[in-house]
């Protein structure tokens, strides 16, 4: 049995070294501890990686529309009407120094 040292489990997971040493600390990833170094065994990882695959998620069929939004562009343009009218200003118009003002008094 040969085990792998961090540096090669960390090349093989695509990890830095110091997420495989977190992982080990907080009991995530299987390992063996000789003295103060840590060896993992590539069995167990392969095990551990099976464990922890996850299936892709599939992709949405068509977006969900939500009941009564067909007008929407219209009910905005409504809207717009109403509170766009001369005694309240048009949206680009600075309304303190009524930039945008067609009367030249500015």
């Known amino acids: 049995m040969a ?4 540096k090669k489990v960390s090349e093989w997971l695509l990890v ?4 495989l040493y ?3 600390e907080q009991g995530t990833i299987p390992y063996l501890k ?10 167990e990882i392969e095990v551990w ?3 922890h695959r996850r299936e892709p998620t599939p ?11 067909d007008r929407v562009d219209v009910l905005i343009a ?3 009407r109403a509170v766009y009218t001369p ?13 945008g003002d067609s009367h030249g008094s500015v």
């Open 3 to 6: 085990l792998l040292n961090v």
């Open 16 to 19: 830095k070294p110091s997420t």
């Open 22 to 24: 977190s992982w080990a």
């Open 34 to 43: 000789l003295g103060r170094l840590l060896r993992f065994d590539p069995d």
């Open 49 to 51: 990686l099976q464990a």
């Open 59 to 69: 992709e949405p069929t068509s977006p969900r529309r939500r009941h009564g939004t």
């Open 78 to 80: 409504q809207a717009k």
């Open 87 to 99: 005694s309240h200003g048009k949206p680009d118009q600075d309304r303190a120094t009524r930039k």
